[in-house]
């Protein structure tokens, strides 16, 4: 059960035909944009590139692993044969399902195959590509896990924070107010001190999936990505920090981020998930890179989606914590969620039992964090409406929403830097809030029964016909 490392993984995928090796293609911008590219055909299969221009053989870099629920099942273990919103279910029961499991800590392990400390840290030595042709410059964690330790409760926290390389030895670290690496970073900085960290560059996707899922304040996402894997987490321990490296990472990092007031560089533009430039340029903390590990001929991770707009189909964590939450709200009739846009379209259906239940519904959802800080639109629409089908959502949205009546907008609730919404002057002065708009989409329940009804056939006469007129009908879309 579960993968060991990021080379099993790979294994699972190459024997699906879900792999494709590419070579000779240059860091800049290259590699983004065949990968792009790539995403938008139909094989969309995860690219492995080697043999890139002023690099050794072998040091790789890897994209598009997680970016279509078939591959998000498979990195989970499940059947990869299902339709969409089933591959949601089971992602949703299997996060509910999973245990914490403490990581195992070993005494070496492939993370430490090759080690460069002092003078001999050298960030630049990996491919690391310029994604997007506007960025500031070359981002070396786009997936990539960052570790650190709460001073005062002892726990470690694990989250996805990008990081752009400036120089040789230091990178960015550029983590949203509210995330838990930036509250417990603050808590060495109020003492004078700089926060102690690790990073990884390349790891399994149940680490992945941890780091970029929230967890409950003082819960260690290393324990979840046991859970999700079904074993502990191998980890060694860092000689100079003291934190937990994944002992089968393909890169990692010790360092610290000392107090913005001492070093704080100009990090970005980046090509934010959103689908913008949408920050300008500004001062972020750095990690100061104390020693670099790899594996040999380790494998860089890119970017999460490359995606030109945010129509790509993924299952985000949105849609599952939303889920998640609905059920454990104890309302009735959850037929599924879908998360559109990178989860700034959420759409839950549901079949409708009383008076309100569709704004409850609503009103549970808007407060749930899932990955992102930016949400902006909750619809709710009745059983019969498939969320993940955006066709019948608006259908629905178009024809049983009466807006005076069923349109509410929540203000000031938390967004994000990165949301191309936000105005130059609220970024200025942190106030990082924008509103989010509740749809009920569900026919008016108190007058359902008269609702006009839509369907032409019963789902028994279909039936019936399709099977007596099969060779005329053909298969279905
Ligand atoms: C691909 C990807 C990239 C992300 N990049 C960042 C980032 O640069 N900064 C950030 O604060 N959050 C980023 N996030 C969101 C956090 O990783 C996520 O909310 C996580 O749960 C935060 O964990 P924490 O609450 O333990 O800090 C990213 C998420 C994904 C899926």
């Not at 099942?73 to 914490?100: F, N, Q, W, Y």
């Not at 914590?321 to 599924?336: C, F, M, N, Q, T």
């Not at 959502?393 to 000031?412: F, K």
């Not at 967004?415 to 970024?427: A, F, G, W, Y």
Request: hydrophobic letters at 40%.
């Amino acid at each position: 059960m579960g993968f060991n490392d990021l080379r099993d993984y790979l294994a699972a995928l190459d024997k699906l035909g879900m792999l494709r090796v590419v070579e000779s293609a240059e860091w800049d911008l290259e590699i983004g944009a065949i990968s792009q590219m790539m995403q938008e055909t139909e094989d969309n299969p995860v690219l492995l590139f080697d043999k890139i221009p002023g690099y050794p053989a072998g040091f790789r870099v890897l994209t598009n692993v997680q970016n279509s629920p078939r591959k998000q099942a498979l990195a989970l273990g499940l059947p990869t044969d299902l339709s969409d919103l089933e591959i949601a279910r089971h992602m949703k029961d299997k996060r509910k399902e999973t245990v914490l499991i403490p990581p195992r800590e070993v005494a070496s392990g492939p993370i430490l195959e090759n080690q460069d400390r002092g003078d001999k840290v050298n960030i630049l030595k990996f491919p690391t590509p310029k994604w997007r042709t506007l960025e500031g410059g070359r981002y070396i964690g786009t997936t990539t896990l960052v570790i650190n330790r709460d001073p005062d409760e002892g726990w470690v926290n694990m989250g996805t924070y990008r990081q752009m390389i400036h120089d040789e030895k230091t990178v960015g670290f550029f983590v949203e107010p509210h995330h838990h690496g930036m509250i417990i970073a603050k808590k060495y900085w109020a003492r004078g001190k700089a926060c102690p960290v690790v990073a990884c560059y390349g790891q399994q996707v149940e680490l992945f999936q941890a780091s970029t899922g929230s967890s409950p304040w003082g819960k260690s996402e290393l324990e979840v990505a046991g859970g999700m894997a079904g074993h502990p987490i191998d980890i060694v321990k860092g000689e100079l920090t003291g934190l937990p490296i994944p002992a089968a990472a393909e890169i990692a990092i010790e360092g610290e981020v000392p107090p913005p007031e001492v070093d704080a560089r100009t990090e970005g533009p980046y090509r934010e998930w959103p689908g913008y430039y949408s920050q300008e340029p500004h001062p972020q903390p750095v990690i100061k890179i104390k020693a670099v590990y790899h594996r040999n001929d380790p494998i860089l991770t890119g970017p999460h989606q490359n995606n030109r707009n945010i129509s790509v189909g993924t299952i985000t964590h949105a849609a599952i914590a939303v889920w998640d939450a609905l059920e454990k709200s104890a309302l009735p009739g959850i037929r599924g969620v879908w998360a559109h846009a990178n989860g700034l379209f959420i759409v839950i259906s549901l079949k409708q039992a009383f008076a309100g239940h569709a704004k409850m519904a609503l009103l549970t959802a808007v407060g749930v964090r899932g990955s992102n800080s930016a949400y902006r639109y909750y619809v709710v629409v009745d059983e019969d409406i498939d969320p993940s089908n955006l066709n019948d959502v608006l259908w629905a949205m178009t024809t049983r929403c009466l807006p005076e009546e069923q349109i509410d907008i929540v203000r000031g609730t938390v967004s994000t830097r990165v949301d191309p919404i936000m105005s130059p002057e609220k970024r200025e002065s942190w106030d990082l809030t924008c509103g989010r708009v509740l749809i009920d989409a569900c026919k008016p329940w108190a007058w359902i029964e008269q609702f006009g009804k839509h369907m032409t056939f019963t789902p028994e006469y279909e039936k019936q016909i399709r099977e007596k007129w099969a060779p005329i009908l053909g298969k279905r879309r």
